[in-house]
């Protein structure tokens, strides 16, 4: 059964009146949890992509670019999307819920962050709303700020980004413990680890952005 289909089975067995955010409650064990984080990707990027006050051929254009959804699957995820956009609760119910379910370590959610960050961005601009918005959500996942602004860095294009901040490192710190930074950011990247935390094979293309950030860091820090 494809991904796809398997968001169609979790939304089908809501009962009549349950919001949507209430599926993440029973998708907590893997193979569910990759279930749970793509819908999570889509249902917060439905209310991130209000937050700017319009929501664009570009920002949902977005999530066929973090997720692959062949022709015939397009109707399911249309589904999310809908169902998110008009429930009344807030993203911060979303996200609370996300968080609760990926409560064994935050690496799922600095992956879900990048796939928020790349549907702000779709338009070709980053809106003081959108950053407020995934700035209450980063607190929520329990991101520090540090790690908010190493996201923003690698994902926001709109200026040539501090590579120590793309890193999360400063200036401050030993050589060697940046390259031990780089190095297990890299690890990180890797589809099979991220495919283990809960990641979609749909949604791996996320990580090579990633990559060309955090080696482009790499690279200019290290000359």
């Known amino acids: 059964m494809s991904l796809w289909s398997r968001i169609s089975a979790a939304l089908s067995a809501l009962?009549?009146?349950?919001?949507l955010s209430e599926v993440f409650s029973r998708l907590r064990t893997p193979p569910e949890k990759s279930v749970a984080f793509a819908i999570a990707v889509i249902a917060l990027g439905a209310k991130l992509a209000k937050a700017d006050g319009a929501v664009t051929r570009d920002e949902v254009r977005a999530f066929r670019e973090v997720f692959v959804i062949p022709?015939?699957?397009?109707?399911?995820?249309?589904?999310?999307?809908?169902?998110?956009?008009?429930?009344?609760?807030?993203f911060?119910?979303?996200?609370?819920?996300?968080?609760?379910?990926?409560?064994?370590?935050?690496?799922?959610?600095?992956?879900?962050?990048?796939?928020?960050?790349?549907?702000?961005?779709?338009?070709?601009?980053?809106?003081?709303a959108e950053n407020a918005m995934l700035m209450e959500v980063a607190a929520i996942f329990g991101l520090s700020d540090r790690?908010?602004?190493?996201?923003?860095?690698?994902?926001?294009?709109?200026?040539?980004?501090?590579?120590?901040?793309?890193?999360?490192?400063?200036?401050?710190m030993p050589m060697d413990e940046i390259r031990r930074v780089w190095r297990q950011a890299v690890r990180d990247s890797h589809p099979d680890v991220m495919i283990a935390r809960g990641v979609p094979e749909e949604a791996i293309r996320m990580a090579e952005q990633?990559?060309?950030?955090?080696?482009?860091?790499?690279?200019?820090?290290?000359?």
């Open 92 to 128: 911060d119910v979303y996200a609370h819920s996300i968080a609760r379910l990926f409560d064994d370590g935050h690496d799922a959610l600095r992956d879900l962050m990048e796939g928020l960050f790349h549907i702000a961005t779709a338009d070709g601009s980053y809106h003081e």
């Open 71 to 90: 022709p015939d699957e397009e109707a399911n995820a249309a589904r999310v999307f809908n169902l998110a956009r008009q429930d009344v609760a807030g």
């Open 210 to 223: 990633r990559l060309i950030a955090i080696n482009r860091a790499w690279e200019e820090i290290s000359r």
């Open 15 to 19: 009962s009549s009146g349950e919001p």
């Open 147 to 172: 790690e908010f602004r190493s996201l923003r860095a690698r994902c926001v294009r709109d200026t040539d980004p501090d590579p120590y901040e793309v890193l999360g490192v400063t200036p401050e």
